[in-house]
Nanobody, 121 residues
Framework: QVTVAESGGGLVQAGGSLRLSCITSGTRVSIVTIGWYRQTPGAQRELVAS???????QYADSAAGRFTISRDNAKNTVFLQMNNLKREDTAAYYC???????????????WGQGTQVTVSP
């Protein structure tokens, strides 16, 4: 079983920055991809950025140029640095981990509980 925990959300003014952290823990698993998603009330959850275990990042168009995803494998942590935040970035941000559970030789997917980001005018 893999647990995922996010932190770092909060209230920030437009143009400001926040750094979100995602810590994963689990035994006999290999995490392949970590993704940051966000969701606003009534909307579908959307992918913001993801990073593979080789370190290759991908970004949604809305995040490219402003957000940076990185990972510290030694600390089982993935960061999402968000700069030049806009009001439309206001959402609950969720961390998602995908990989392989070696106990059962099957893929797994785990979500965190989310952290709220609110960008004020």
């Amino acid at each position: 079983q893999v647990t995922v925990a996010e932190s770092g959300g909060g209230l920030v003014q437009a143009g400001g920055s926040l750094r979100l952290s995602c810590i994963t823990s689990g035994t006999r698993v290999s995490i392949v991809t970590i993704g940051w998603y966000r969701q606003t009330p009534g909307a579908q959850r959307e992918l913001v950025a993801s990073i593979s275990n080789s370190g290759s990042p991908q970004y949604a168009d809305s995040a490219a140029g402003r957000f940076t995803i990185s990972r510290d494998n030694a600390k089982n942590t993935v960061f999402l640095q968000m700069n030049n935040l806009k009001r439309e970035d206001t959402a609950a941000y969720y961390c998602n981990a995908k990989g392989v559970d070696h106990r059962w030789s099957r893929p797994f997917e785990s979500w965190g509980q989310g952290t709220q980001v609110t960008v004020s005018p």
